[in-house]
């Protein structure tokens, strides 16, 4: 039964076309005054296209699953038991096409996302030798972890990696939404799918295949695209139980009837066609459309959820800030200032925080201690051992812990500190500034009109700076010195009180809050850890996107809402026809097709947004 199920699936376009044709001869000859081949061919018509509905009927009974496609394989063997040839090779026919017509929507709608799967690299040129530089042309399923690769200008960069030789400019548009072109060069970070403008690079995979940044986002929006609101999954139910129903009814009104005819037809009319393909297509579409907009969306059912939120909360760095801080002053207490710079750069080598950056960007020498150990600790900073001294790196907060007193340290209260204490010495003060994202006062404004939100700030810088950075935009609440467990705690507060939260951040010490929302909102620019725990993923990190994607979110909910109300009223104007003598079968069934037909066109407009 397998075998002719994928025979059928397999050549079911040009099953339509047969099909088609001959019901083209069919009514031809009974012009021309040939009933009989009239009838055979409408025979035909439905014993090919009713087979496939056959065997999925009988396989969805073995699952106890009463499907739609066995109220009409039960009308159209009742249609050919009493001879109404015509009107079951009308049904069986239109049934396919809106059968077909349900699959290519599907596909069409899922290949919103081709776009971005085909930006994906398909080949990479691998060193086979260090010492010669010997190339190959290999598939990127053949790079590992650890191989040495050839980025020559105007390519693709095949894996994410760090840069092991030679330099260039790299557009990474395609993840950061950085328009301009990020200058690499030796331990600098690159990422797959980003494109090199110009010079050479030679680097050194890290992450492969759908490991990359950007294989998890493709990845992340086909599952998503397969996911089910909770008004699908009713819709499901809803049809498991509607089927029984229908079949009930056909009975009982041909018993009471003795018009057995009668009884077939409400069999065919009442298949909810569009109300099972109408959600799904919204759905598909939705989630495509917000893929080809760079917003990673993780399943229908968080549309339903953002459209709910009345309360923001945002990290501040690398969210609110553009995450690409530069250092200010600095002041050095105990020893030479270039030796501590050392010392400092050496711990935020293997740390991914937007200040490790500004530190490494600073120091910009490539010479580093050899690290022992290392501990991050969540909120404050990063504990080490190099050359068997203790270092500690980080804020106030941490060197307060550790009895160190930071007195000495005249920076700016309106900016991040990073302090460098050593064995118990304070050495080390920096002023790291981070400016905020282009139009994020505009992108705020547009984002709390919608559902009269109110917006959050909580930080884990102390209250002064944390107030300076955002000051002028319109936070209700301003909240510092809070620890990564704090911002999961506070929201799981707001939620006690009926708020609805999505949070919105980017690092490691966020995904305790992403999880806690309602909706976790992760810049495209953050962690792999914060990405992988939100819900939603802002691909270019445009802060500006935030209001367009809850309006985004409302319209595709709409839309399936449009398209439930749409696939009801034909079920009830189509039985009130029926009833009333102006519906009948083959008429009823092309009302029912074509409300497919609405139903996939209405979702299709979601492409458009």
Known sequence: MTLIQNFFNSN?????????????????????GYPQLFNIAMLTVAVMGGIPIVLRAVSALRYKIISIELLVSIAVISAIVISEFSEAGIVIWLFTIGDVLEAMTLAKTRNAIKALVQMAPKKAIKITDDITKTQLEVAIDDVVVGDQLLVKPGSQVPVDGHVVNGSGHVNEASITGES??????????????????????????????????????????????????????????????????????????????????????????????ALVIGVPVSTVTGIGS???????VKGSSVLDELRKVNTFVFDKTGTLTTGQPNVGDVQNFVGRQQDNLKILASVEHYSDHPLAKAILNYYSATDFFEVAESKIIDGRGIQALINGDDVLV???????????????????????????????????????????????????????????????LLSGDNQSVAEATVA????????????????????????????????????????????????????????????????????????????????????????????????????ILLFIGLFT????????MLVHELSILIVVLNGMRLLKK
């Open 290 to 296: 917000a893929a080809k907009q760079s917003i990673i």
């Open 180 to 273: 301009k072109p990020s200058h690499k060069q030796i331990n600098s970070h690159v990422f797959a799918g980003t494109v090199l403008e110009s010079g050479t690079l030679f680097v050194e995979a890290e992450k492969v295949g759908e490991d990359t940044a950007f294989g998890k986002l493709i990845e992340i929006v086909e599952e998503a695209q397969d996911s089910q609101t909770a008004t699908q999954r009713f819709i499901d139910r809803f049809s498991q139980r509607y089927t029984p129903f229908v079949l009930m009814t056909a009975i009982i009104v041909g018993l009471i009837s003795q018009d057995f005819k009668l009884a077939i037809t409400i069999l065919v009319l009442g298949c909810p066609g």
């Open 394 to 456: 980080g804020n106030e907060r941490l060197l307060n812990e550790h009895s160190i007193a930071t007195t000495p340290v005249h920076l700016p209260e309106t900016s991040s500190h990073v302090l460098l204490a050593v064995n118990g010495q304070l050495r080390l003060a920096l002023e790291v500034k981070d400016p905020l994202r282009p139009n994020v006062s505009e992108a705020l404004t547009q984002l709390r009109k919608l559902n009269q939100a109110e917006l959050i």
């Open 581 to 588: 003598g102006y519906i009948y079968m083959a008429s009823g």
């Open 12 to 32: 079911k376009k040009w099953l339509v076309v047969t099909m088609t044709i001959l019901v083209g001869i069919a009514y031809l000859a009974n012009f021309n």
């Open 472 to 571: 002028g935009l319109e936070f209700a609440k301003v909240q510092g010195n809070f620890l990564p467990e704090d911002k999961a705690s506070y929201i799981q507060q707001l939620r006690m009180k009926g708020r609805r939260v999505a949070f919105v951040g980017d690092g490691i010490n966020d995904s305790p809050a992403l999880a806690a929302a309602n909706v976790g909102i992760a810049m495209g620019s953050g962690t792999d850890v914060a990405i992988e725990t939100a819900d939603i993923v802002l691909v270019q990190s445009q802060i500006s996107k935030l209001a367009f994607t809850v309006k985004y979110a409302k319209s595709v909910i709409r839309n399936m809402y449009q398209n439930i109300a749409i696939a009801i009223l034909t079920v």
